[in-house]
């Protein structure tokens, strides 16, 4: 059973941001198999190197407005144009190497020798470019450094992005399977209990976010999805209510156990989900709303990406007592 996943969130001009989160391990599974544990360095990978990555492209190329002539070191905000890695990465990554090198051979593992090798050859050239910007040391080589960094961060960065495009497509796949066999499995151990909606409530908001992450953004196709949604919270709600009266302890364990800051944190997401509709609404009403007001669907992108990932982080720390079924 894997322990952790990864999900990219991200809509329209935040299409490029990045969160990460995992699922929760809601008892001890037997142990890996060489299968299970080569994807999870997949997805340790992911959680570990994407967001540096993903985030120095972004705010590179949000202040280098030419990407292919690269800066002029004219540009405004430079100082923290780049970000560096820190002294342990070097260590990292060949954990990483020797980690692939292990079997069994999947698909994707030349995408994820390719993602490694792009992480590699940007440590240098970004440490330096960072102290290069913060320390404004362009304006005495007239961005002559900053025209041969660009040469090296510019074609890693899309290297790597490429690499990491198809590990989450594989990831993706790999993990849409287990989740629905591990519902299934769920089910006929425990019924549409307390297990059970833990499980459904993951995948469906998984499921959600993902079509957050569409250009174009399909509203229609996320509200059919947000219905189905909607009944999932209230039944869990209604089984956690219903084991709760059982007795005390049942009760206390459903709330000490986080189960039921897990149902909070769902409906959270779901609201959040709901304004960034309504945003997406009203600017398709009046174009001009989002003139008068740029940032408010970027707020409403990254407050739903944050409602997100404290559903997930709840969902980390969920336990279950024997009596909770």
């Not at 990932?309 to 336990?319: A, F, H, I, K, R």
Request: proline share 3%; aromatic share 8%; net charge positive.
């Amino acid at each position: 059973m894997l322990t952790r996943e990864f999900f990219r969130c991200g809509w329209l001009a935040l299409a490029l941001t990045l969160c990460f989160g995992a699922t929760n391990a809601r008892a001890a599974g037997p142990q890996q198999s060489p299968k299970e544990a080569k994807v999870s360095v997949y997805i340790a990978m992911i959680n570990s190197e994407s967001a540096h990555v993903f985030g120095n492209y972004a705010k590179y190329t949000k202040v280098i407005t030419d990407a292919d002539k690269g800066p002029t070191c004219k540009e405004l905000q430079l100082q923290h144009v780049v970000s560096g890695m820190g002294d342990s990465a070097p260590e990292r990554y060949e954990g990483w190497k020797k980690a692939l090198a292990k079997g069994p051979k999947l698909d994707v593992d030349a995408a994820a020798q390719e993602m490694l090798a792009a992480s590699q050859a940007l440590y240098k050239p970004e440490n330096e470019a960072s102290q290069y910007y913060f320390k404004s040391q362009y304006r005495d080589d007239a961005c002559k450094r900053g025209t041969e960094f660009h040469a090296q961060l510019m074609p890693n960065w899309l290297r790597f992005m490429k690499a990491e495009r198809e590990m989450r497509a594989f990831l993706d796949k790999y993990t849409d399977e287990r989740d629905a066999a591990e519902l299934t499995k769920t089910e006929k151990k425990y019924g549409k209990g307390l297990h059970y909606y833990h499980n459904k409530l993951m995948m469906d908001g998984k499921a959600l976010i993902r079509l957050t992450d569409k250009d174009p953004l399909d509203a229609t196709e996320i509200r059919t999805r947000l219905e189905a949604f909607e009944p999932v919270i209230a039944d869990a709600k209604a089984v956690a209510e219903k084991a709760g009266k059982k007795d005390k302890r049942t009760a206390d364990a459903i709330y000490q156990g986080g189960y039921s800051q897990l149902l909070s944190r769902g409906e959270r997401f779901r609201d959040a989900l709901k304004e960034m509709l309504r945003v997406v609404d009203e600017e398709a009403k009046d174009p001009k709303a989002a003139q008068r007001m740029p940032t408010r669907r970027e707020n409403a992108s990254k407050n739903l990406v944050g409602a997100y990932n404290s559903l997930v982080q709840q969902s980390n720390g969920t336990m279950y007592s024997q009596s909770m079924k």
